[in-house]
Nanobody, 121 residues
Framework: QVQLVESGGGLVQPGGSLRLSCAAS????????MGWYRQGPGKPRELVAG???????NYVDSVKGRFTISRDNAKNTVHLQMNSLQPEDTAVYYC???????????????WGQGTQVTVSS
């Protein structure tokens, strides 16, 4: 099985920064896309940022210029550096990977358990 474990959430004041990390474990042969989604109170889950195995990144418009996604293929990890955080960034953030595991027949979607990010003074 493939498991994703997130870390780095917490409480921060407006204008502050946080860095989220997500590490995949298990018998993984390849990871295609890595990304972060979030779900705020009363809102649908949305894609925040993604990076493919070629290094191409994409961001939702509301975080462009403030968030940076990066991946470490050797460690099967993905990070999200979040700067200039605002109250509207408050949400549960979920790590996502599309991975091919040993013994699998195709790429499958895997999710972390979620980490709370709260931006408040």
């Amino acid at each position: 099985q493939v498991q994703l474990v997130e870390s780095g959430g917490g409480l921060v004041q407006p204008g502050g920064s946080l860095r989220l990390s997500c590490a995949a474990s298990g018998s993984i042969l390849s990871i295609n896309t890595m990304g972060w989604y979030r779900q705020g109170p009363g809102k649908p889950r949305e894609l925040v940022a993604g990076v493919d195995n070629g290094g191409t990144r994409n961001y939702v418009d509301s975080v462009k210029g403030r968030f940076t996604i990066s991946r470490d293929n050797a460690k099967n990890t993905v990070h999200l550096q979040m700067n200039s955080l605002q109250p509207e960034d408050t949400a549960v953030y979920y790590c996502y990977m599309k991975a091919f595991r040993n013994g699998g027949s195709r790429y499958a979607d895997y999710w972390g358990q979620g980490t709370q990010v709260t931006v408040s003074s």
